[in-house]
């Protein structure tokens, strides 16, 4: 049973004026939630002026395009416990880091979703499997620049 | 076609004969074609964005798959594309069918950098407010909250929301 309200969550992503790499729009989807699209730009610095923001039935997807040398803001709802995603959706992006995990509720996490105990399960496979096929070789599945995602 | 949703959230509808431009990778729209062409075979198409979105594909022109309507010959379509294929890398402008209004207060702000020069060598990396995400596949956040450890390094790109008594966004990754 949940105990906290529900919060919105306003997040702006700006990307910064790029300097010795290509400067190229990110489609960025998150998980645990659809949210909603209240200001995107190209080639611009978000300016603060929250007038701009879009309130009155905004599009609501989970994937949405943070434009070349620009910014996206999106809101959503802390409805959600649990561990989550927001990532770039282009593979080799993500995988050289452009994701960050955000921990929704901490407190409601380990009694939703009926529990962690399929969680421990799996860590317990994968130690497994890790020691002994991993481990022995060079300690991690990772090469130099994979985030793992 | 026309487009119902995207991503589930049903859409007001756009005219027929829509043409989607390139959705960026992840995005889904439901859709309806209306089977109102001659019996024939036909090309689906698919642009890639011109080299905009996620870099130049060498084999762009030759995405496609085939419509084919009962009672055609078999074979490859002769159709011939009706325009070029879009370019650029942008989001449909839709409307959802189920009006929502959001409050307006103050966003939190994340940056995203690139830097080619991480670690060793010509490494590419893209940075969230300047640190490039690495997860721990030995310790996941999950095994964090069994454990009731709410210590991270700060490239784990950590972030804490929805916590009682807590409106904002913490955008700072922990140390």
């Known amino acids: 049973m949940s105990t906290d309200v529900p919060q919105w969550q306003y997040w702006i992503i700006q990307q910064d004026a790029v300097v010795d790499g290509p400067a190229v729009p990110h489609p960025i989807h998150l998980h645990g939630h659809d949210f909603y699209v209240l200001d995107q730009a190209a080639n611009t610095v978000w300016s603060g002026d929250i007038s701009r923001l879009k309130t009155d039935n905004p599009i609501r997807r989970d994937t949405a395009t943070l434009p070349a040398a620009g910014y996206l803001v999106l809101a959503f709802e802390s409805d959600n416990a649990g561990v989550w995603l927001m990532h770039c959706h ?3 992006h993500v995988s050289a880091g452009l994701g960050v995990q955000f921990i929704e509720r901490m407190d409601e996490i380990k009694e939703s979703n009926g529990g962690l105990a399929g969680v421990e ?4 496979n ?3 499997w890790e020691r002994e096929f991993v481990g022995a070789r060079n300690g991690s599945v990772l090469i130099e620049g994979d985030s793992g995602l | 076609m026309s487009l119902q949703a995207h991503e589930y959230a049903p859409s007001i509808n756009l005219p027929c004969h829509l043409t989607l431009t390139h959705p960026p990778a992840g995005q889904r729209y439901d859709i309806i074609i209306h089977a109102n062409a001659t019996t024939s075979n036909y090309w689906l198409r698919v642009g890639t964005g011109g080299g905009t979105c996620d870099g ?3 084999n762009a022109a ?3 798959s085939i419509f084919r309507y009962a009672g055609a010959a078999s074979g490859e379509p002769n159709s011939t594309a009706a325009a070029p294929l879009p370019t650029g890398c942008y989001d449909e402008a ?5 009006k929502t209004s959001v409050p307006q207060k103050i966003p939190e702000e994340m940056k995203v950098g690139f830097t080619n020069t991480a670690g060793s060598g010509n490494l590419v990396q893209w940075l969230v407010n300047g640190s490039p995400m690495l997860i721990d596949l030995a310790y996941p956040t999950l095994q964090h909250i069994i454990d009731g450890n709410d210590t ?11 916590e009682k008594d807590q409106v904002r966004v913490v955008h700072h990754p922990w140390a």
């Open chain 1, 90 to 92: 282009v593979p080799f």
């Open chain 1, 121 to 124: 399960e799996g860590c317990k």
């Open chain 1, 126 to 128: 994968w130690k497994t």
């Open chain 2, 56 to 58: 130049p594909n060498a």
């Open chain 2, 62 to 64: 030759n995405i496609r």
């Open chain 2, 94 to 98: 839709v409307t959802p069918h189920v």
């Open chain 2, 152 to 162: 991270f390094e700060s490239r784990r790109n950590v972030f804490k929301l929805g």
